[in-house]
């Protein structure tokens, strides 16, 4: 699924007209058709309800957002249900094909917003071109408090997006409402993916405008959603060994922090890598040994702190790398200067390996708050190589240039910084975007504040790891381990809701996040 800004929707519409004879009325009909099909079937399979049992109110807006409210609302009178339709800015209200006489509208609408099931938002959509007026803003908080008042009875589903949303941007007017589902036509823009806009619109289906599909050939941004994230998943051939589905090697943990290695260690072995290997310092294998148990280890000297021992233990762990498809470095490692100098000093030997020898890497963590002070720290990265920072990290990255959790900004940032560094970029956050150098990227939809909590970084990075393990590409392994990780956490979520999750909760979750995006039907 292609994700658009505005200038991309209406270049698509133009294209369709011009070149498929496709103009704004037949699209129209279709987005109407779709969007009405969508609904009826929330309504029959989700809410278990007959369309005769349903009264609508729709909101008609001035524009063609208002024009796919109308088709919409035809389709779905003719399945019988109980259709009422109030025109914005004429302030006429029809009651089942009626026209409700100027004089009783005001008290109608009050019946109505007291008794309907549903309103459809068709107020305005993508043309939305400056502050909503006043009498529109009341409007919507009429809908808002009655939805207060009878909640679970009353739903918004707003048509193409929530009036008064800035598709580009992400930016909310004040007078706009929450969706609890938004129908979107053709594509998912792009400002849906940022805050506030992302909590303002609800469950999101896509309904289909009719477009050829070539004419989204060239489109290279993408929603990571069950769809995609299927295409992506890597083969369990019959004949296989642990071999066939590779081996990781992971620098990670250090004494103040040894659940980092736990956790990114058992979610390389959670996603279905071969085989896991944590390269640690003596004092720590007691701790790993007894808790995860199906590990190998490498013993890195210890010594006396500084640069030398880095040097050693880097040489140490190269000695130990061949035959190891991934190797994973920064979860709790820690920030001393003997860590620094054994993580350029194996970035400097990963890079020099021929390419057909040279395990795919994953930095993450402490493995990037230790290159940052580097100068041009991207350069001495191999080429490949997946970086997993949180905003924070990312800021420490660009030299304290602040990134949002979740602002249009980190579209920009994301796009640019592969590009200019050469790498997979994967900034994380409640919506993560994935980028690569040559200008793909994807955003994950799903969003999920019970993964807010510590060490799920962790899990996420062993989970790259073990897809590198399997031979995805880094911009796949990312993106597959994006989607599953939320995934897994909103199976952790039906049992502690948005919060407590811990994030070793998520390791027996994702083989079943895996066999749930293998059932045709899961979404
Ligand atoms: N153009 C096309 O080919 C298609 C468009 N589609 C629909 O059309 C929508 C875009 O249509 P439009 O470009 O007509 O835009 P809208 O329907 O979003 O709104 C434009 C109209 O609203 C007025 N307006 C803009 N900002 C306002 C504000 N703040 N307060 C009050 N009035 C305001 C404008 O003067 C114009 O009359 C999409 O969101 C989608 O729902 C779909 O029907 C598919 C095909
Ligand atoms: N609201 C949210 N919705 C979805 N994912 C989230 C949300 N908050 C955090 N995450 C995800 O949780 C993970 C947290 O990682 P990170 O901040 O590195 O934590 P830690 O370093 O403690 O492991 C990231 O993958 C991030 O995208
Ligand atoms: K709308």
Redesign the pocket.
């Known amino acids: 699924m292609h994700i658009v800004d505005v200038a991309r929707?209406?270049e698509l519409?133009m294209r369709?007209?011009q070149e498929y004879g496709l103009?704004?009325s037949i699209?129209?009909e279709?987005?109407?058709r779709s969007a009405a099909e969508l609904l009826a079937r929330y309504i029959r399979e989700r809410q278990r309800r007959s369309l005769s049992e349903c009264e609508l109110l729709f909101l008609i807006?001035?524009?063609?957002?208002?024009?796919?409210g109308q088709?919409m609302a035809r389709h779905l009178e003719a399945e019988g249900a109980h259709i009422n339709l109030y025109r914005w800015?004429e302030r006429r209200l029809t009651r089942e094909g009626r026209e409700v006489p100027a004089e009783q509208v005001e008290a109608e609408l009050n019946a109505l917003l007291q008794r309907v099931g549903y309103v459809v938002d068709?107020?305005?959509?993508?043309?939305?071109?400056?502050?909503?007026?006043e009498d529109?803003r009341a409007l919507l908080a009429r809908v808002e408090q009655e939805r207060a008042r009878r909640p679970g009875e009353l739903l918004v589903v707003a048509?193409?997006?929530p009036?008064?949303v800035n598709?580009d941007t992400g930016e909310v007017?004040p007078g706009s409402i929450r969706a609890d589902l938004t129908i979107t036509?053709?594509c998912p823009k792009q400002g849906f993916f940022f805050f506030p806009a992302r909590s303002y619109l609800g469950e999101l289906f896509v309904g289909s405008?009719g477009l050829p599909e070539e004419l989204e050939r060239d489109l290279s941004d993408e929603m990571l959603d069950a769809t995609l994230a299927r295409t992506l998943l890597p083969p369990r051939p019959l004949e296989s060994n642990k071999g066939t589905f590779g081996r990781v090697m992971l620098f990670c943990g250090s004494p103040p922090y040894p659940g980092s290695a736990y956790l990114a260690g058992s979610a390389v072995l959670r996603v279905g890598a071969g085989l896991v290997t944590l390269a640690v310092t003596p004092d720590l294998l007691p701790i790993y040994a007894s808790s995860l148990h199906e590990a190998t280890y490498v013993l890195l000297p210890a010594g006396e702190p500084g640069e030398q021992r880095g040097q050693e233990q880097a040489r140490t762990l190269l000695e130990h790398l061949s035959g190891y498809r991934a190797l994973l470095i920064g979860p709790g490692l820690g920030r001393a200067p003997a860590t620094r100098s054994a993580i350029l000093a194996l970035l400097d030997a990963l890079r020099s390996l021929p390419e057909d020898e040279r395990p795919a890497l994953v930095i993450d963590a402490d493995g990037l708050n230790n290159l940052a002070d580097v100068e041009n720290w991207w350069q001495r990265l191999p080429p490949g190589t997946v970086i997993t920072p949180h905003p924070g990290e990312m800021s420490r990255l660009l030299g304290e240039t602040r990134v949002s959790g979740g602002g249009i900004d980190r579209l920009q940032v994301a796009r640019h910084c592969a590009q200019a560094w050469n790498v997979i970029l994967v900034l994380k956050g409640a919506c993560t975007l994935i980028s690569e150098p040559a200008g793909r990227l994807r955003i994950n939809w799903e969003s999920n504040p019970a993964l807010a909590s510590a060490g799920t970084g962790d899990v996420l990075a062993g989970m790259i790891a073990g897809y590198l393990a399997q031979r995805l590409t880094p911009f796949d392994a990312a993106s597959l381990a994006v989607y599953l990780h939320v995934a897994a956490s909103k199976l952790v979520s039906q049992h502690c809701g948005d919060a407590g999750l811990l994030a070793s909760d998520l390791l027996p979750q994702i083989p079943a996040a895996r066999l749930r995006l293998l059932q045709p039907t899961s979404t």
């Open positions: 929707m209406r519409e369709a007209d103009n704004t699209l129209m279709n987005a109407g807006g001035p524009g063609n957002n208002g024009g796919d088709v800015k068709a107020l305005l959509g993508t043309g939305r071109s400056r502050p909503l007026p529109m048509i193409d997006l009036t008064g598709a007017d036509l053709a405008i």
